[in-house]
């Protein structure tokens, strides 16, 4: 399929979705296909629930009447085409776009830099988690004439992924947040993660971008130096210093400071930043502070957790007056570290002085198993319930901290 053909029949259309569940009328439906589902076995729902067209790598089994057929694109891979449409639009769009990579604060930068540049532009940036690479190109074709800037988020499992995203989203502006230890299964380790991440840097040395760079961060500094060439805006996280937000934990003054950096580059005003900064209220179970009626304050940052997101939420509890309590979920894809990775972290909270500890999950409780800490360990998330429903916590402090897939979230009722 000729792109340009794919993209006429794109601007036909009122929006793109992958999901014919919630397929609207007018819209561009992708089939896409996975481990546990085939989207061309929908497509033809798809259209007549209203969707323009639908492009699949399949061709329907039986015959359809003519006016469904000549709305059917058929391509080699349903995934190719719609990372190439989406990158396609990009080029024609023309707008300056920052790409935001990082093991931890992406998602809080992203926020924050968005805020801060839609002082100035007419700006679309990545909704939610959408930053893979099937989110990444939806992100992009979102984006329509009346956008003047782009943010894009940009996750990443293993090397070569933060590459094809950049293919794709083709960024003129970039950020690496930090190099944490996330996903060291699927990166291989700490210099998989630098190799991983760096590739945005690569991307942007490659074809003339920017580069926004914490000072104070050695690996980032020592990154910049290896890639002869790139142009780089250095900033220091002290420029964050005076800005009041609603994030929990001193730790986010790093994504604050990327935010400030990025919003003086483009000549937004100081109180417009600030004022952008101050807005955001944070969400999605990310560096969020709540009151309960049994007085307990929550910290709940359980959407996504890693060794080194994990140090510094420690760090920050450990800052808190009165009684404190950990609830610590298991850190998912982290292959042979994991039992390393896990000791460490348990032994770092347990270190903290006057707090109480409950595990959520097999590798946290094999840890306290080995290191003899006392805590209270639960199979998964329902059993968690179960214990902290019949303890009644009351006025204390709590963090909830955890990889996704152990649903801390559901806890939060219960406190």
């Given at each position: 399929m000729d792109i340009n053909t794919l993209y006429s029949a794109f601007e036909q259309c009122n929006g793109v979705t992958t999901d014919s569940r919630t397929v609207g009328r007018g819209e561009l439906f992708v089939a896409l296909k996975g481990a546990n589902f085939n989207g061309n076995l929908f497509a033809v729902k798809a259209l007549e629930m209203g969707a323009a067209y639908a492009v699949v790598d399949e061709r329907p089994s039986t015959d359809l009447p003519a006016e469904l057929t000549e709305r059917i694109i058929?391509?080699?891979?349903?995934?190719?085409?719609?990372?190439?449409?989406?990158?396609?639009?990009?080029?024609?769009?023309q707008i300056p776009i920052l790409g935001i990579v990082g093991s931890n604060g992406k998602t809080?930068?992203?926020e924050l830099t968005s805020r801060v540049l839609a002082q100035k532009f007419n700006l679309y940036a990545t909704q939610g988690n959408l930053n893979n690479h099937i989110g990444v190109p939806l992100t992009l074709l979102a984006m329509d004439s009346s956008v003047e800037f782009g943010v894009v988020e940009m996750g990443a499992s293993a090397q070569g992924e933060i590459a094809t995203l950049c293919s794709i989203c083709q960024p003129n502006y970039g950020i690496i947040t930090n190099i944490g230890n996330a996903h060291l299964e699927g990166f291989g380790g700490k210099e998989g993660i630098i190799k991983g991440k760096g590739e945005l840097y690569d991307y942007l040395n490659a074809n003339g971008g920017r580069a926004f760079v914490a000072q104070e961060?050695?690996?980032?500094?020592?990154?910049?130096?290896?890639?002869?060439?790139?142009?780089?805006?250095?900033?220091?996280?002290?420029?964050?210093?005076g800005y009041k937000s609603n994030l929990s934990g001193d730790y986010n003054s790093r994504n604050i400071a990327a935010a400030v950096a990025i919003g003086r580059y483009f000549d937004i005003a100081q109180p417009s930043i600030a004022a952008a900064i101050e807005s955001y209220i944070p969400q999605n179970n990310r560096s969020q502070e709540q009151s309960t009626t049994h007085g307990n304050r929550l910290i709940i940052d359980c959407y996504n957790a890693n060794p080194s997101s994990m140090e510094v939420a420690l760090a920050n509890i450990a800052t808190k007056e009165g009684a404190k309590l950990l609830i610590l979920g298991d850190m998912l894809e982290l292959g042979q570290w994991s039992e390393a990775e896990h000791c460490r972290i348990l032994k770092i909270a347990a270190d903290i002085v006057g707090v109480d500890i409950v595990l959520v999950g097999k590798n946290f409780r094999k840890a306290a198993h080995s290191l003899a800490i006392d805590a209270i360990c639960c199979k998964d998330s329902t059993e968690a319930i179960d214990y902290l429903t019949q303890s009644h916590i009351s006025n204390t402090t709590i963090l909830l901290k955890g990889s996704r897939g152990i649903a801390l979230e559901k806890l939060i009722d219960c406190l």
């Amino acid at each position: 399929m000729d792109i340009n053909t794919l993209y006429s029949a794109f601007e036909q259309c009122n929006g793109v979705t992958t999901d014919s569940r919630t397929v609207g009328r007018g819209e561009l439906f992708v089939a896409l296909k996975g481990a546990n589902f085939n989207g061309n076995l929908f497509a033809v729902k798809a259209l007549e629930m209203g969707a323009a067209y639908a492009v699949v790598d399949e061709r329907p089994s039986t015959d359809l009447p003519a006016e469904l057929t000549e709305r059917i694109i058929v391509v080699e891979d349903s995934l190719l085409a719609l990372q190439a449409l989406a990158a396609e639009h990009r080029r024609r769009l023309q707008i300056p776009i920052l790409g935001i990579v990082g093991s931890n604060g992406k998602t809080t930068t992203k926020e924050l830099t968005s805020r801060v540049l839609a002082q100035k532009f007419n700006l679309y940036a990545t909704q939610g988690n959408l930053n893979n690479h099937i989110g990444v190109p939806l992100t992009l074709l979102a984006m329509d004439s009346s956008v003047e800037f782009g943010v894009v988020e940009m996750g990443a499992s293993a090397q070569g992924e933060i590459a094809t995203l950049c293919s794709i989203c083709q960024p003129n502006y970039g950020i690496i947040t930090n190099i944490g230890n996330a996903h060291l299964e699927g990166f291989g380790g700490k210099e998989g993660i630098i190799k991983g991440k760096g590739e945005l840097y690569d991307y942007l040395n490659a074809n003339g971008g920017r580069a926004f760079v914490a000072q104070e961060d050695q690996t980032l500094q020592q990154m910049v130096t290896d890639r002869v060439g790139l142009t780089v805006e250095p900033y220091s996280y002290t420029i964050a210093e005076g800005y009041k937000s609603n994030l929990s934990g001193d730790y986010n003054s790093r994504n604050i400071a990327a935010a400030v950096a990025i919003g003086r580059y483009f000549d937004i005003a100081q109180p417009s930043i600030a004022a952008a900064i101050e807005s955001y209220i944070p969400q999605n179970n990310r560096s969020q502070e709540q009151s309960t009626t049994h007085g307990n304050r929550l910290i709940i940052d359980c959407y996504n957790a890693n060794p080194s997101s994990m140090e510094v939420a420690l760090a920050n509890i450990a800052t808190k007056e009165g009684a404190k309590l950990l609830i610590l979920g298991d850190m998912l894809e982290l292959g042979q570290w994991s039992e390393a990775e896990h000791c460490r972290i348990l032994k770092i909270a347990a270190d903290i002085v006057g707090v109480d500890i409950v595990l959520v999950g097999k590798n946290f409780r094999k840890a306290a198993h080995s290191l003899a800490i006392d805590a209270i360990c639960c199979k998964d998330s329902t059993e968690a319930i179960d214990y902290l429903t019949q303890s009644h916590i009351s006025n204390t402090t709590i963090l909830l901290k955890g990889s996704r897939g152990i649903a801390l979230e559901k806890l939060i009722d219960c406190l």
